[in-house]
Antibody, heavy 122, light 106 residues
């Protein structure tokens, strides 16, 4: 059964760069059928897609975050990573990774990692 | 940018039918999916491609999408269905989520 696990610092200072990694187990990230995505959720609020990456390294990002986001993939380690620069308190959120799965003629996020809370504070 | 709008809350009595709407411009021309999120847990996909259920999702969950509105319907709602439900669609290769609807089973 595929599982995803987020890891990284739980506290980041304002203006610094948030870095997280999502490790995939129970399956290979080196699979042409899927993308791998990051979604965040501020405490008590809704979901916001950050971006997704293909095993080849091709990525697409939410236009609202594109200038600050980089998503990369390391197939040898079976993980993909998120970097979000110049963070502010507004970036405090639970960050989820998920597999972007083709379902019929569309895509959906399934399954999801458990999520990791990142707080931006000095 | 594209937006999806959901009511903040919906209430239903056990055993009754719950309907949660998600509206967006010409949403019916896109595919909608729905996620269930219980407190302290990650979202779970319950409907994809407007009206299809992933393996393991009970038959009481169904969906539709036409015009500007997608609808998640839960028939014979159970206490375990109490959760926040999010709709999601794709617009120009961007994933867009609705704001979420808290379903309360009274």
């Amino acid at each position: 059964q595929l599982q995803l696990q987020e890891s990284g610092p739980g506290l980041v200072k304002p203006s610094e760069t948030l870095s997280l990694t999502c490790t995939v187990s129970g399956g290979s990230i080196n699979n042409s059928s899927y993308y791998w995505g990051w979604i965040r959720q501020p405490p008590g609020k809704g979901l916001e897609w950050i971006g997704s990456i293909y095993y080849s390294g091709s990525a697409h990002y939410n236009p609202s975050l594109k200038s600050r986001v980089t998503i990369s993939v390391d197939t040898s380690k079976n993980h993909f990573s998120l970097r979000l620069s110049s963070v502010t308190a507004a970036d405090t959120a639970v960050y989820h990774c998920a597999r972007q799965t083709p379902y019929g003629s569309s895509w959906a996020f399934d399954p999801w990692g458990q999520g990791t809370l990142v707080t931006v504070s000095s | 940018s594209y937006e999806l709008t959901q009511p903040p809350s919906v209430s239903v009595s056990p055993g009754q039918t719950a309907s949660i709407a998600c509206s967006g411009d010409k949403l019916g021309d896109k595919y909608a999916c729905w996620y269930q999120q219980k407190p302290g847990q990650s979202p779970v996909l319950v409907i994809y491609q407007d009206n299809k259920r992933p393996s393991g999702i009970p038959e009481r969950f169904s969906g539709s999408n036409s015009g500007n509105t997608a609808t998640l319907t839960i028939s014979g709602t159970q206490a375990m269905d109490e959760a926040v439900y999010y709709c999601q669609a794709w617009d120009s290769s961007t994933a867009v989520f609705g704001g979420g609807t808290k379903l309360t089973v009274l």
